[in-house]
């Protein structure tokens, strides 16, 4: 389900020290980007963010909740974003440091999906 008109907004509102916050229905969800780049998902009005190797200890915390899934042929995908702890919401300098963190991990994904891809630079 995508983010409520209201929680997307209040998102890009408190996400703005960022840089550019927008957001974009995709995938029955609403992507987080930063610049370009995706650092964070919405379903409902929950928010995940992006989780590499790097930061897992991190974001420890996180871990209480499952990931964001799918359903696939009968599987349940977990992808590596991580449900934000609903605290979150209500202390924006947390957000906005949780999210640097997520977007750091959303560059190095993006990195390194960019040199396993032949031909792009």
């Known amino acids: 389900m995508v983010a409520s008109a209201s929680f997307a907004n209040f998102l890009r509102e408190e996400l703005a020290p ?30 995940y963010f992006r989780v590499d190797d790097q930061i897992a200890a991190a974001f420890s915390e996180a ?17 590596s974003f991580w449900r934000a702890p609903d605290r979150l919401l209500d202390d924006p300098e947390d ?10 991990a959303a560059r190095r994904v993006a990195a390194k999906r960019d040199r396993a891809t032949p031909g792009r630079t």
């Open 18 to 47: 960022l840089g550019r916050v927008t957001t974009r229905r995709m995938f029955g969800k609403t992507g987080v980007f930063c610049d370009g780049l995706m650092f964070a998902m919405v379903t409902g009005d929950s928010l």
């Open 63 to 79: 871990r209480a909740a499952a990931p964001l899934n799918y359903e696939k042929g009968g599987r349940i995908i977990d992808l």
């Open 95 to 104: 957000l906005v440091a949780w999210a640097r963190v997520a977007l750091g």
